[in-house]
């Protein structure tokens, strides 16, 4: 008997034929022969399952092989996309948290602008501006509301709107009544009663300006007499804005009883206004002089608004290791990002690495690249630009190299950068900065195309000449 089989085991048939042959030494009959028949049979079944699988391995194995080549390039890649959906997410909520900084500061500056413009136009006689600036200051409701509320009844009893003026009067003793322009609020309600009965007109200046007038003449004369006359009517019920022009003369005088009384006004707890102007006027006299002054006033205040003045003073005076210790010590940040900044527009750029080596918080070395940019440093944004290891912090350098109009070195960084992320913030800071030829080359070289149609888009935005000329090119092909 022979034993075949279709699947082409080659080693079960021929271990089947082998087994016959051994039973074809007993009779066909003899039960001998049976049993050697059966277990042949019975082996070559068993071996016919394992036979099979390995035959099956090795006809499905190529295509397995590429199948498990594709699920892992397709994890690969759901992983790398995943990775890249984080930094994304990251990058944004960086932006979202620069950007909610920008707009706090925008909102700081706005206020200090109206604030500014609103006692520029008091000083030119402009009352109804005065009185726009100051009401729309109130609407911000920022920390100057309760002066923007004073000069807006200031100005309002110039106007003649005695009502008015007393109504915001009233608001000001309602809302707030531990400020410190409730005094003057007061002093100056004595005012709007005493003439409630008169026209109050714009283009009378009163006696005060006359007897302002004769104090300067007077202290150009004789100082030792008009000093101490000022020092009297600092101390009166007289306006603010009286006030302040009182502290302007004494300050011209640079004697050192006049600096006395001004060091008295930024220590106390007068007008903030005042006191701010005092420790202003206080860095008009000789550096030895005001230095130690002003530290002293520094440390001693609690008054954020004294404090930034004394940062202020320190600008004018040229103090940059005062700049340095409040810029390293204070605890107040807003006052740090002040010191800060005043130490870019000094120009102290060796006070400004030795903060930026020292400092751990990110935005602070945001802050302080940002005053090497007020200080014109353009080498040191270089450096950061190139060598940061903070992908944040170079990209504030790439900015700021952009409005420095460091054209030839931004080319340079966008031909050797990898990151993504960077190359945009080169196109985004030629954009910025109106480099219409630089975003032209980089069009016309690139050769990622999400990159080149950014760059395309940047310059349909410009107008320039260069934009349009190559915009024209790529309409003609």
């Given at each position: 008997?022979?034993?075949?089989?279709?699947?082409?085991?080659?080693?079960?048939?021929?271990?089947?034929?082998?087994?016959?042959?051994?039973?074809?030494?007993?009779?066909?009959?003899?039960?001998?022969?049976?049993?050697?028949?059966?277990?042949?049979?019975?082996?070559?079944?068993?071996?016919?399952?394992?036979?099979?699988?390995?035959?099956?391995?090795?006809?499905?194995?190529?295509?397995?092989?590429?199948?498990?080549?594709?699920?892992?390039?397709?994890?690969?890649?759901?992983?790398?996309?995943?990775?890249?959906?984080?930094?994304?997410?990251?990058?944004?909520?960086?932006?979202?948290?620069?950007?909610?900084?920008?707009?706090?500061?925008?909102?700081?500056?706005?206020?200090?602008?109206?604030?500014?413009?609103?006692?520029?136009?008091?000083?030119?006689?402009?009352?109804?501006?005065?009185?726009?600036?100051?009401?729309?200051?109130?609407?911000?409701?920022?920390?100057?509301?309760?002066?923007?509320?004073?000069?807006?009844?200031?100005?309002?009893?110039?106007?003649?709107?005695?009502?008015?003026?007393?109504?915001?009067?009233?608001?000001?003793?309602?809302?707030?009544?531990?400020?410190?322009?409730?005094?003057?609020?007061?002093?100056?309600?004595?005012?709007?009663?005493?003439?409630?009965?008169?026209?109050?007109?714009?283009?009378?200046?009163?006696?005060?300006?006359?007897?302002?007038?004769?104090?300067?003449?007077?202290?150009?004369?004789?100082?030792?007499?008009?000093?101490?006359?000022?020092?009297?009517?600092?101390?009166?019920?007289?306006?603010?804005?009286?006030?302040?022009?009182?502290?302007?003369?004494?300050?011209?005088?640079?004697?050192?009883?006049?600096?006395?009384?001004?060091?008295n006004i930024a220590r106390g707890q007068s007008n903030p206004e005042l006191q701010s102007k005092a420790v202003e006027y206080l860095s008009m006299f000789?550096?030895?002089?005001?230095?130690?002054?002003?530290?002293?006033?520094?440390?001693?205040?609690?008054?954020?608004?004294?404090?930034?003045?004394?940062?202020?003073?320190?600008?004018?005076?040229?103090?940059?290791?005062?700049?340095?210790?409040?810029?390293?010590?204070?605890?107040?940040?807003?006052?740090?990002?002040?010191?800060?900044?005043?130490?870019?527009?000094?120009?102290?750029?060796?006070?400004?690495?030795?903060?930026?080596?020292?400092?751990?918080?990110?935005?602070?070395?945001?802050?302080?690249?940002?005053?090497?940019?007020?200080?014109?440093?353009?080498?040191?944004?270089?450096?950061?630009?190139?060598?940061?290891?903070?992908?944040?912090?170079?990209?504030?350098?790439?900015?700021?190299?952009?409005?420095?109009?460091?054209?030839?070195?931004?080319?340079?960084?966008?031909?050797?950068?990898?990151d993504r992320g960077l190359k945009e913030e080169v196109l985004n800071s030629y954009f910025i900065s109106g480099n219409a030829k630089a975003l032209v080359?980089?069009?016309?070289?690139?050769?990622?195309?999400?990159?080149?149609?950014?760059?395309?888009?940047?310059?349909?935005?410009?107008?320039?000449?260069?934009?349009?000329?190559?915009?024209?090119?790529?309409?003609?092909?």
């Open positions: 008997m022979i034993v075949s089989h279709s699947f082409g085991s080659g080693s079960v048939a021929t271990l089947g034929c082998a087994s016959l042959k051994n039973a074809e030494a007993y009779p066909r009959s003899s039960a001998l022969f049976k049993r050697a028949l059966v277990a042949s049979l019975s082996l070559g079944l068993l071996l016919l399952p394992s036979s099979l699988s390995a035959r099956s391995a090795r006809v499905q194995s190529p295509e397995a092989s590429a199948q498990s080549a594709d699920e892992k390039r397709d994890a690969d890649e759901a992983r790398q996309e995943k990775e890249q959906e984080r930094l994304e997410r990251e990058q944004e909520k960086r932006d979202r948290e620069e950007e909610a900084r920008d707009r706090g500061q925008e909102k700081l500056d706005r206020q200090q602008e109206l604030y500014d413009n609103g006692r520029e136009a008091l000083d030119d006689d402009h009352y109804e501006k005065a009185l726009q600036e100051f009401a729309e200051l109130i609407k911000l409701n920022g920390p100057q509301t309760d002066a923007a509320m004073y000069w807006k009844a200031y100005t309002e009893n110039r106007l003649g709107k005695k009502a008015a003026a007393l109504a915001t009067i009233a608001d000001i003793k309602a809302k707030y009544a531990q400020s410190r322009w409730k005094k003057d609020a007061e002093a100056l309600e004595i005012e709007v009663r005493q003439s409630s009965n008169q026209q109050v007109k714009p283009e009378e200046h009163g006696d005060a300006e006359l007897y302002n007038l004769a104090l300067q003449g007077l202290m150009n004369s004789s100082p030792e007499r008009a000093i101490p006359l000022i020092g009297k009517k600092l101390n009166s019920s007289t306006s603010v804005k009286d006030k302040s022009k009182l502290l302007f003369i004494l300050a011209q005088s640079g004697r050192p009883e006049a600096m006395e009384i001004l060091a000789g550096e030895e002089k005001s230095h130690k002054l002003l530290n002293d006033i520094y440390s001693s205040s609690s008054d954020e608004s004294v404090r930034r003045a004394v940062i202020r003073s320190y600008l004018l005076n040229g103090d940059r290791a005062s700049l340095l210790s409040a810029a390293k010590g204070e605890k107040n940040e807003s006052l740090r990002r002040e010191a800060i900044r005043t130490l870019g527009l000094t120009g102290g750029t060796t006070e400004l690495e030795q903060l930026f080596q020292s400092e751990s918080s990110l935005d602070l070395k945001r802050e302080i690249l940002q005053a090497f940019f007020l200080a014109g440093d353009s080498k040191r944004m270089e450096q950061a630009a190139l060598n940061e290891k903070n992908v944040d912090l170079r990209r504030s350098a790439i900015r700021n190299l952009g409005l420095m109009g460091q054209s030839d070195l931004l080319q340079s960084i966008y031909a050797k950068e990898t080359v980089i069009a016309k070289s690139e050769k990622d195309p999400s990159l080149k149609k950014e760059a395309v888009q940047k310059l349909s935005l410009m107008g320039s000449k260069e934009g349009n000329d190559y915009l024209m090119e790529i309409l003609e092909k």
